[in-house]
């Protein structure tokens, strides 16, 4: 029962019900005066936010709005947001909240979560005091800010990442929005033009690098470790130098996972075994080209490798079905500046001599001619990648071409659905990053399938923490991929969908947190439990959006 009473209890978001406290309540809790007369309830609450929804000018106003009232009443948010998904994921989060980073400091409202820089480092537990009180929490999403979608260092701006990710978390998870936690670390910024902004809200320096950075990040890690036992650590949107790096240097300290890698990867090949299937290609015959090799392509390569090895290829086999793409062309042994997670797809030059320029560069359409892939994909930001001359090659060969440009926000993207379908004659298989209306080729509506990692993380989430784990396994991400493919209907009207149906994500999250918290028993990564029980414990931990009685 909450103590909190009149304008505390009013200025509380997961407590305050607004005009739908009863007159009972009203006595109890010190709040007659303070509201208007008329006690509503929620759904008449709902239909003023749709009203106001609708009223407002712009996306960002429409974003904003949406911030504002889960700053001010959690409940009323998130029914809104479960019930209205398709309707407000793009506003809520992408493509919408990559112009709410840009403008962070322009529009800031109010206070929500956490915000630690390099001043903080030796006080880290006292921060974590401060905004938690008495509170714990099952979930953080983390960020420094550096690539905040495709739209790169975005600063203090980047905090919007993280708590637009928490509220998917919940909207369709079901995990309890005051248990969840929203970070930023702030190192610093490269952006000149936030450096030279009177409004900018982040710290004004130079990004810290090297043995500062990792300090911070170390002291972050510990003291939240040792204030939240068994919490879960989603780090997100980490330059690809940090990104592969901090998961490994903290794998074994917190159960943690970064989404933009593991994530993203496992929800891409959900929906390559779509594609396969709706091809009648067997999977085990899979090319694939992806172009971008920086972490969440070398994610998906390894999570692709680990899928061709469970469908019975050798590990090398598996390996060699997947060329990696980046700016400098197909990864070969003679670039440099190759990192070391990308050494397992870097392809021998005696190999590819052949396919290279005079500079040695073996260009993204004559990978696509020589390997004839049945998947591309893209991940690097660089919108127009996927020209004419590359999808009419991959088409020339492959009767049912996948193409996935994966890039985010919607500006980003590889290529623009209704162009793949007029260059493949409207025979191409299209998912792409953000959200992208249906196209209509002759009779046929092509479903553009949004490959969003809204299909994943919010049952992993829950999978998580309910059984306990204490890491989450490539197997766990295996088992949350065949049961988002398991939730597709297959029928002639969704031919054309990889994923299903984004009114259908919270039903698909139900599946995926218990496929995730029975391999993490399985496995050993969580307390031994009867299946029973692990059903029960998943369920329990389902937060609805419906007001209590206090």
């Not at 007029?422 to 399938?449: E, N």
């Amino acid at each position: 029962m909450t103590v909190l009473t009149g304008r505390n209890l009013l200025s509380n978001r997961y407590h305050n019900k607004g005009t739908a406290f009863s007159a009972e309540e009203r006595e109890q809790l010190g709040l007659h005066g303070l509201l208007p007369p008329v006690v509503e309830d929620l759904s008449t609450q709902l239909l003023r936010a749709r009203n106001e929804y609708a009223a407002a000018h712009g996306d960002l106003a429409r974003h904003i709005f949406l911030r504002a009232l889960q700053e001010s009443n959690s409940v009323l948010f998130y029914r809104l947001l479960a019930e209205d998904i398709e309707e407000l994921l793009p506003i809520v989060y992408t493509p919408t909240v990559g112009r709410a980073c840009q403008e962070w400091s322009r529009t800031y409202r109010r206070e929500h979560g956490l915000y630690v820089s390099w001043a903080d480092r030796g006080r880290i537990p006292e921060l974590l005091d401060n905004v938690l009180g008495e509170q714990t929490v099952d979930i953080v999403v983390v960020t420094d800010g550096e690539r905040i979608l495709g739209l790169g260092d975005l600063g203090v701006g980047g905090m919007g990442i993280p708590i637009g990710k928490l509220a998917l978390y919940t909207a369709v998870g079901g995990l309890d929005p005051e248990r969840t936690l929203p970070v930023f670390i702030d190192v610093g910024t490269e952006n000149e033009s936030l450096l030279s902004d009177p409004l900018y809200l982040g710290w004004r320096h130079r990004r810290l690098r090297d043995e500062k950075y990792d300090q911070l990040v170390d002291a972050f890690v510990a003291a939240l470790r040792d204030r939240c036992p068994g919490v879960l650590l989603q780090w997100e949107d980490f330059a690809q130098r940090n990104a592969n790096r901090l998961l490994e240097r903290h794998r074994e300290a917190i159960c943690s996972f970064n989404d933009d890698i593991q994530g993203t990867a496992a929800v891409a090949v959900a929906s390559i075994v779509g594609g396969m299937r709706i091809s009648e290609t067997p999977f085990a015959d899979l090319r694939v080209v992806i172009a971008g090799a920086g972490s969440a392509g070398i994610g998906i390569a390894r999570h692709v490798t680990s899928a061709l090895v469970a469908a019975g290829l050798h590990p090398e086999e598996a390996r060699r079905r997947c060329w990696l793409v980046d700016r400098d062309g197909l990864l070969h042994d003679r670039l440099d500046g190759l990192q070391p997670f990308q050494m397992a797809y870097v392809r021998p030059w005696s190999e590819v001599a052949d396919m290279a320029d005079d500079d040695g560069c073996v260009s993204l359409l004559q990978v696509v001619c020589d390997v004839e892939p049945h998947a591309l994909l893209g991940v690097t930001g660089q919108p127009g990648l996927f020209t004419e001359s590359v999808i009419r090659a991959q088409a020339a060969t492959i009767r049912t071409p996948l193409v996935m440009p994966m890039s985010n926000p919607t500006l980003r993207a590889e290529a623009v659905p209704a162009d793949v379908l007029a260059w493949t004659d409207g025979r191409a298989l299209v998912g792409t990053g953000s959200p992208f209306p249906a196209v209509q080729v002759g009779l046929t509506t092509h479903h553009i399938t949004q490959v969003n990692n809204l299909y994943l993380f919010p049952g992993l989430g829950r999978g998580v923490i309910a059984v306990g784990a204490t890491r989450v396994s490539d197997a766990m991400l295996v088992a949350a991929a065949v049961a988002i493919g398991s939730a597709v209907v297959d029928d002639s009207a969704t031919r054309t969908r990889l994923l299903p149906p984004l009114s259908r994500v919270a039903a698909v999250a139900d599946l995926v947190a218990l496929a995730v918290a029975r391999q993490a028993v399985s496995e050993g990564s969580a307390p031994p439990l009867e299946d029973h029980e692990i059903v029960a414990a998943v369920n329990e931990r389902k937060w609805t959006p419906n007001y209590r009685i206090d």
